[in-house]
């Protein structure tokens, strides 16, 4: 039997505050748009991160990717960055891209080596992915 | 870089009693097939739903879709008319179409605008998707 | 060292149709008590039961209780007679006592042997424990 | 039989930012004692937070209280004031007091009224409860 | 309207003791290279188990696969084999092949008549999956 | 308002082999006992453990226990000692004990400073408490 690509994913957390607000916009049409997350003090959240790799598993080792290294390069990539960070004001990265869901899992995928898919999930409710 | 379409979710859920049983089959067939699934007074499950949306971020807002207006569009389209109901009894749609998890996912996703894919977990071990 | 009694937990699931209605009001006072719960055609809930039984653990064994004994009592006791039904019209227990979280709760740890206390999850926001 | 009393549960949520600081200390003692909850722009969580009321279910209803009822209070009493807040900055709780989990859980139990006991879990790893 | 293809998944649960080592590789090397896991006397996990079925809808019952006959396919094929096992002291399964995540995620989804995808959650953070 | 003691938290994770078993039982008497936890090829688990400490938070910190402390703490009692280990050959605590989830909540209760509860959850449906 010949196998095909194994997808694996690797769940890591980070906490932050963030604030969403386009310059662009005026106050009022930013609390419009932006409701409750427009806070000009900044709101937080308990992110949860799922990064996932896909290829064939190792001769040698049968893993796609060493886990352990997986969540080094998570933590050295990303929670060194944005864990317990205001992601608006302590990151180069939201210094001037909204910290939507949808904007960090976009910067998280293009910045982890070889991700193919990343998860964000910033509420209970509410979830964005990207794939690479 | 250019940016792939994101994915988002929204998770939301309703609760409501149901019973499987097709017309066309006598009653032992229907409980034959169906099982405790087939009582005829009904039981019941707290249904957790996940519609899935994807797009390219907007330019000014950087959301795929504001989660409070699909939250909305969920609630207007999906929970008015399931939560706290008998599927079979008090919905339209489900007086002649077996309230399967298979055809819950399928008319939600068909009835919510822009709705990519719906995940409906009707209990801790059974989900069903379905993909627009 | 002395041990102290050690509580444990079984964790169990049953899925059920139910009403909320008091036969001593009005229509009208049922509606405006108990709201959606009140639908005449049901609705229903995935219902999780934390059963927790307290004691030393036998010399012989190091249990309090034999898990698979404890989700065997369960199943004899709790989910062949709620499991897939509908509380009010399938049961005795809740033919006339309303079938609230509160009201199952108190039945299941007044009717399992050895139970020192039950948690009933009616959904995940709400929960009622009763300690006999 | 006579029934004890039945303890209730109800869960909500809310999403805030905080910083963990002592104004009797200096910046270096705060960086020391709080490390990265100390970062002077905040970091933020998603609070869970399960308010329990406890006592016997009325006769009429079968409840202990209406988790509507319960749920409305606590949005009034606790969501509206912190949900998408800055703790530090845009609460009178805790513009002098630290908030940890610990002194949220305090307040909490304090403010809402029936409240027998309040649990706040901070993230997958921390949580806090107080009983009144 | 028509139906696309639905996707149902079953969950189920399995626990076992297991080493990861590649006896190509000396003692020095496999500690190395798989750290805590090649531990000589095992360590052991509860997996979780996700089957995914994708295909139509069933006409007379609406299922794409009944989810019973489903749970009981899994339980013949792979948890009456790895349940309270040792996977490679007790299966031949694994005997030969490193039982690493990827390696169970493939040998399942190879050996359930149907199956589609098989995503295997081996502890919080990891996960793997394969697709027939 | 003076302030009651307040009940702190902290979940940690390990993921070991085991098996249950009684040297003073003949082979049978254990298999009969034990049943699957009875393989002399040991199974395993990811064990959940939740320790709480109690008390009034400090005067400075708000504390009532640091927990990135708290967290060491256990990994230097607990996690080390038992995590990816066997805990009948590679521990000196279950050599002679049998590693029952009572047995392990007692242990871990008496062997981490200021201690109050400790819970294990072993599986899904299987939890033991210990309080100290």
């Excluded at 949808?102 to 509420?123: F, G, H, L, M």
Aim: charged share 25%.
């Amino acid at each position: 039997m010949t196998m095909n690509k194994v997808a694996v994913f690797r769940k890591e957390h980070f906490n932050a505050a963030h604030r969403l607000n386009n310059p662009l916009l005026s106050d009022a049409e930013n609390a419009r748009v932006f409701g409750k997350c427009n806070n000009p003090n900044y709101h937080g959240h308990n992110y949860e991160l799922i990064v996932q790799v896909t290829g064939l598993p190792d001769a040698v080792t049968g893993y796609v990717i060493d886990m352990k290294v997986l969540s080094d390069l998570i933590k050295e990539d990303v929670l060194d960055k944005f864990d317990h960070k205001n992601l608006n004001l302590d990151t180069t990265e939201f210094a001037t891209v909204n910290p939507t869901a949808e904007n960090i899992a976009y910067w998280i995928a293009k910045n982890i080596s070889n991700c193919y898919k990343v998860r964000v999930q910033e509420s209970e409710g509410n979830t964005a992915e990207y794939e690479v």
